[in-house]
């Protein structure tokens, strides 16, 4: 009889989840077949769902328990609580018969006398029969206890795993989704523990957690024991690995975020303190917490774990992976896997798109954070800083409400579920408030700082998450619209649609859209919002005797090895993020083409930019890549791009040249390119011109021969040809791209282009704005339109219509 209540880890499997749970069977599984591919799961000893139901009826605990649970108001949140306070009150006060307590603890000390220890250390981590189902996700709804030592803190832990399948927030989503609470039984993992108490630990995710995208793998981690945060007690370092470079072998971090890593958990140093939560060290807040060669191998690892599941379910199983970095060793395991049960079942083709229509948004901004979700919520602020003050001071939580709070705990779940949005002061992407909210399918913003500090009880607010990885909360309810869309309506065209990029945290989710690429993705983008420092203000701010400035500087390129390393990486992720969201279509990146007075209000910007009169038609773009005073800036931009294709592995970057009045222009930039290593057809490299001036049509059969393609920059071509200031708004009337002399420049360049062998597109609105510009680009043969994702789906709708048009012989007249 003893034998039903104890397995060895390594006994179990995918196959077991009646009698070991999900968790448990799902490390079994890996234990199995994982291990000889390298991936590391500490061992330990399985607590069976047998024990579980022996303890009930020993106890004569199932009626007791089913009469409370009946009794519950689940509209009531009082009423779940006393329930659920009674139901693990009596599971805590059971017995265990004796044959169990004593086959646990010899299990026990043979896990203990396997590491050479009397009483070792171990996780003890409840593991409920429905927990990891693929179509459910009751993920962290069962407690974990870290650090137990010894017989009598076992037997307690275990009973308080019995007790936790019946908390409150476990309670409500059985009886949400319809599971009989006692048709779910519970089985336990005792498992050794890492010691990332002095090393770090984290989650990590085989997709990203917003969009769905499947070609990466996100670490998220924090220094001490993985609770902080699983918990959102701390905002994590996170790491994005791109899984196709990774497995031919590149260095294949596309993207890094340092931290606030202010706590730590530890093991506790007295008796009744298994752990407890300390100040993390200055010097370690300011590096991230796992070096990038574990970043890579704990991505590599995820990616088998992801392989591994899909293989056996025989289809795309995501996975949501704990992980811990043993400080001791300095060895890397799993201690959980569990299928993620949101995008995998989400489906991609049918499109809700959220829209802030309010043009004065920015004068209305409370508050930011990391945006959790794509959804736009509005409510009263109701802010609450523990449940226990609804019941103190009867607080109410209305259906509706905006919740505000320092951090979210699991037993919130009944009320978060009432909630418009969540906006919490700390916590990152993947801790508890943000796996909840999309699994309710409503915003949140995590992170935030001082959340509960700057909104006010009561406020009306707008909570946004439509606007990339930044969430946004806003004073009132301002005005925002939906749109909804099904892929599969949309008709097919034989010109290739592009898309305009200008967000790399939006790029995952764009790749969803219809799309042959990226037409073109803007280097001031990334420099303007994630850089914020002029490139030369780094390169050179210690000559200029400016302490004010050299100190900003200082503080914002902590994490990295050096101003340039700085300014190189950050630019680099910006560009491999738009790259692997398309990968392997083409990525058209223009380098940097900011005018002298936007360069200006970059930080240091004052120290290097002259004062123009017309900026437009000044120091922009080619002339500065090989002029002495801007080549150094410019060098960087190059060595980033041969980073994101050489390094990272993300070959489909193209890279264009802005701005380039001349041919001799055009031949300097690609021998002060060359300098910075990057030379056209080496490596696969392409170049493109940005056709945006009269002379690149004039002269385009003598500018061909130096690149691969010309992109038309309608704007500047517009403004150029007609010669006007389209700031300027005593002139914008005369503003139009489909004046015939435009597309008179436009069909010799085409024209052109063809005869000479290179590719032609053009980036602008025209073509989804109107018809007959459409219908004229296609009818000259041009190769690609790109266009801003929003406007994909009417631009697909022109296109093919105009195509339409042609192949009938129909002339459009508008």
């Not at 509960?452 to 009880?457: G, S």
């Not at 097919?492 to 967000?503: C, E």
Request: charged residues 25%.
């Amino acid at each position: 009889m003893s034998n039903q209540f104890i397995l060895d880890l390594r006994e179990v499997g995918i196959n077991d989840i009646d009698i070991a749970g999900g968790k448990n069977a799902s490390l079994g599984e890996m234990i199995q077949h994982l291990s000889a591919l390298g991936v590391n799961i500490p061992n330990g000893f399985v607590i069976t769902v047998s024990a579980y139901k022996t303890f009930l009826e020993y106890n004569q605990l199932d009626k007791s328990i089913d009469r409370i649970v009946q009794a519950i108001d689940y509209d009531n949140i009082e009423s779940l609580r006393r329930g659920g306070q009674q139901v693990r009150q009596l599971l805590k006060n059971g017995r265990f018969p004796r044959e169990m307590s004593e086959v646990i603890i010899r299990a026990y000390e043979k896990l203990s006398g396997n590491y050479g220890q009397e009483h070792t250390d171990v996780a003890v981590r409840s593991s409920a029969t429905a927990e990891d189902l693929p179509d459910a996700s009751f993920a962290g709804q069962q407690e974990t206890f870290l650090n137990v030592r010894g017989p009598a803190s076992l037997m307690d832990a275990v009973r308080n795993c019995f007790a936790s399948l019946f908390t409150d927030r476990a309670i409500s989503y059985r009886q949400s989704f319809g599971y009989n609470h006692f048709s779910i039984g519970l089985s336990i993992c005792v498992q050794k523990m890492v010691r990332s108490d002095l090393g770090s630990s984290g989650v990590a995710f085989s997709l990203d957690t917003e969009s769905g995208f499947k070609d990466v793998v996100v670490i998220n981690g924090a220094y001490g024991l993985g609770e902080m945060v699983v918990q959102g007690s701390v905002s994590p370092d996170e790491f994005i690995v791109f899984k196709p470079a990774l497995r031919n072998g590149y260095e294949a971090i596309i993207e890094k975020k340092l931290g606030v890593k202010d706590r730590m958990m530890v093991y506790g140093d007295k008796a009744d303190e298994r752990v407890k939560i300390i100040p993390t060290e200055k010097n370690f807040q300011h590096r991230f917490c796992i070096t990038d060669s574990v970043a890579m191998q704990l991505a590599d690892w995820v990616i088998k774990i992801e392989d591994y599941y899909s293989t056996l379910r025989q289809r795309w199983t995501p996975m949501d992976v704990e992980w811990a970095f043993d400080g001791l060793s300095k060895s890397l395991f799993i201690v959980q896997a569990r299928p993620e049960t949101i995008h995998s079942q989400k489906d991609h083709d049918r499109i809700t798109a959220y829209t802030v229509a309010d043009q004065s948004r920015s004068e209305k901004i409370l508050i930011q954070g990391i945006a959790v979700g794509d959804k736009i919520g509005q409510g009263n602020v109701n802010i609450l800083y523990s449940m226990d003050k609804r019941v103190i001071e009867g607080h109410e939580f209305k259906a509706g409400d905006v919740l505000v709070t320092d951090m979210t705990d699991p037993d919130w779940e009944p009320v978060m579920k009432k909630a418009s949005a969540i906006v919490t002061n700390k916590g990152g992407r993947t801790c508890h408030a943000a796996i909840v909210a999309r699994e309710l399918g409503i915003p949140a913003i995590v992170g935030c700082g001082n959340a509960t500090d700057i909104l006010q009880e009561g406020d009306a607010v707008t909570v946004s998450c439509a606007e990339g990885e930044t969430g946004y909360v806003y004073a009132g309810n301002i005005h925002y619209e939906t749109t909804e869309y099904d892929l599969n309506d949309l008709p097919a065209i034989h010109t290739k649609l592009m898309l305009n990029a200008a967000s790399p945290s939006m790029c995952f989710k764009f790749s969803n859209l219809p799309n042959d690429g990226v037409g073109l993705a803007r280097e001031e983008f990334i420099i303007n919002n994630y850089i914020q420092i002029h490139p030369l203000a780094l390169l050179r701010h210690r000559e200029l005797d400016d302490q004010p400035l050299t100190k900003e500087i200082v503080k914002r390129i902590q994490g990295y090895e050096n101003e340039e390393d700085y300014f190189i990486k950050k630019l680099s992720y910006g560009i491999a993020k738009i790259g692997a969201s398309f990968y392997p279509k083409p990525v058209i990146v223009r380098f940097s083409d900011f005018k002298s007075n936007e360069y200006f209000n970059l930080l240091g910007g004052a120290h290097f930019e002259p004062k123009e009169e017309n900026p437009m038609i000044g120091w922009r773009g080619a002339s500065r890549y090989y002029s002495d005073d801007y080549k150094e800036a410019f060098g960087m931009e190059c060595r980033a791009i041969k980073m994101v294709r050489e390094q990272m592995g993300l070959d489909n970057v193209v890279v264009m040249i802005p701005f380039c009045r001349t041919v001799n222009e055009l031949i300097r930039v690609k021998e002060v390119m060359k300098t910075f290593g990057l030379e056209r057809g080496k490596k696969g490299l392409q170049l493109y011109l940005m056709a945006e001036v009269p002379s690149n049509i004039i002269l385009a059969d003598d500018f061909a021969k130096h690149i691969d393609g010309f992109s038309i920059g309608s704007n500047d071509l517009t403004q150029l040809t007609l010669g006007l200031d389209r700031d300027s708004s005593l002139v914008a009337h005369l503003y139009d791209e489909r004046n015939a002399s435009v597309k008179q420049m436009i069909s010799r360049l085409i024209a052109a282009a063809k005869e000479n062998g290179v590719k032609v597109g053009i980036c602008g609105q025209g073509p989804s704005d109107f018809p007959d510009f459409a219908e004229f680009l296609v009818e000259q043969g041009i190769d690609s339109v790109s266009v801003t994702p929003d406007s994909v789906i009417k631009t697909i709708k022109a296109i093919a219509a105009a195509e339409k048009r042609i192949e009938s012989g129909f002339v459009y007249s508008g």
